[in-house]
């Protein structure tokens, strides 16, 4: 394909017109192809990338060019959770997910549907509806049953249950659903996303939980026992929010290779990896390497099947916007692009280890 050439062809002499199909066939051997993009080489290696997006930040243009160029895979940053799409009891708001559903399917996008079952996000009529086990049931059953129903063929994936391992590790955290219906509520949520959406792949989805920690076994012995009394699970979601310097390519490996012993995929789901001060150069590399060793711990196993980043550029982080003490830091850039939407060390670094193992 001839790139168009960069300066307007002015006032050239007859002889000098006669020479411009060569002139332009040299022109093409010597214009190399654009590099590929991280989607093309996800896709050399059977895995998706993929970024979470608010919908907000789909009125950017620049932010539009490079999610639909780079990514082949999106998660919905807050649309799909249960105090966007039920906020009222029986009213449902669909409008702003299905604004993301509507650019992932101009744009060849898989859908990673996140999430159903969270104990933020959740509306005061549910959180503080103080219902009955059968109640509480009844509106975890309705509100998937809903939501899948819509989304059935839409969206492929779900995180069906997230974060409802305590950060110790010593069982369930305490949660309003925990509380109405009791430690079966993860279960019962697997069995419900099961039925309305039998060709949906079920995820859990948690933090802390990436390399071979104590909440790590936790999960890993949940998922496990899932696995063995048949409810209906397809994966485990790492959500990988880091610190620089804070991947252990080998552990977490290790826990990706042992959640495929049970046959159940791994997808990196939100990965950010943020640092306190400027970017010096230093700083950069090492957020590079810290994105390098996850990608390849994801590589080496072939029951991960996707790396999803928690945004796109730094501009948009949910870091600068949360009022979690340190992350107030307006300088946090934790993601592949910059505030002016360049690709950043870490991008390239995925574009080397995307290549190596594809070659
Ligand atoms: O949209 C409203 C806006 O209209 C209003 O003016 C503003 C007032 O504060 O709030 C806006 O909603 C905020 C929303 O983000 C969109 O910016 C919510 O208050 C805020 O709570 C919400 O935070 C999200 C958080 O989950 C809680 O749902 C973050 O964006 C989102 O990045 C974060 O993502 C979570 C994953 O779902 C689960 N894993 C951890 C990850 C980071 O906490």
């Excluded at 099961?194 to 990436?210: C, I, K, Q, T, V």
Aim: overall charge negative; glycine content about 6%; aromatic content about 10%.
């Amino acid at each position: 394909m001839l790139r168009k050439l960069s300066r307007p062809l002015l006032c050239i002499p007859f002889i000098a017109a006669a020479l411009i199909p060569f002139a332009l066939a040299a022109n093409a051997q010597s214009t190399p192809d654009p590099a590929p993009a991280l989607r093309d080489l996800a896709e050399q290696n059977h895995i998706h990338i993929g970024a979470a997006v608010y919908s907000d930040h789909l009125l950017d243009p620049q932010f539009n060019q490079v999610l639909s160029r780079e990514f082949n895979m999106l998660t919905p940053e807050n649309e799909a959770k249960f105090c966007w799409l039920q906020p009222n009891e029986g009213k449902f708001d669909f409008s702003k997910f299905d604004q993301l559903v509507a650019f992932a399917q101009a744009n060849n996008m898989e859908i990673h549907g996140h999430n159903l079952v969270w104990h933020q996000c959740l509306p005061d009529w549910v959180a503080q509806g103080k219902f009955t086990r059968d109640q509480a049931l009844q509106v975890l059953h309705d509100h998937i049953f809903t939501v899948l129903g819509r989304y059935r063929g839409r969206v492929a994936i779900w995180d069906v249950v997230n974060e409802a391992m305590s950060d110790s590790g010593s069982g369930l955290r305490d949660t309003p659903w925990r509380d109405m219906i009791g430690d079966d509520y993860v279960e019962m949520a697997f069995r419900f996303a099961h039925e309305a959406d039998p060709d949906a792949l079920l995820f859990y989805n948690d933090y802390s939980g990436e390399a071979m920690t104590g909440k790590a076994n936790a999960i890993y012995d949940m998922v496990q026992d899932f696995v063995k009394r048949g409810v209906p699970i397809n994966g485990v979601g790492l959500q990988s929010h880091f610190t620089l310097g804070g991947v252990n390519e080998a552990s977490i490996s290790q826990n990706i290779k042992r959640l495929g012993a049970l046959g159940l995929q791994v997808q990196i789901t939100e990965m950010d990896d943020r640092f306190d001060g400027a970017p010096t150069p230093a700083i950069l590399q090492e957020q590079a390497n810290d994105y390098a060793q996850l990608m390849q711990a994801c590589l080496e196993n072939s029951n991960c099947t996707a790396f999803i980043t928690w945004g796109v550029s730094d501009n948009y982080t949910w870091l600068r916007g949360t009022n979690l003490g340190f992350f107030k830091n307006p300088l946090v850039e934790p993601l592949l692009f910059d505030d002016h939407y360049q690709p950043k060390p870490a991008y390239q670094a995925l574009v080397d280890v995307l290549t190596k193992h594809a070659g």
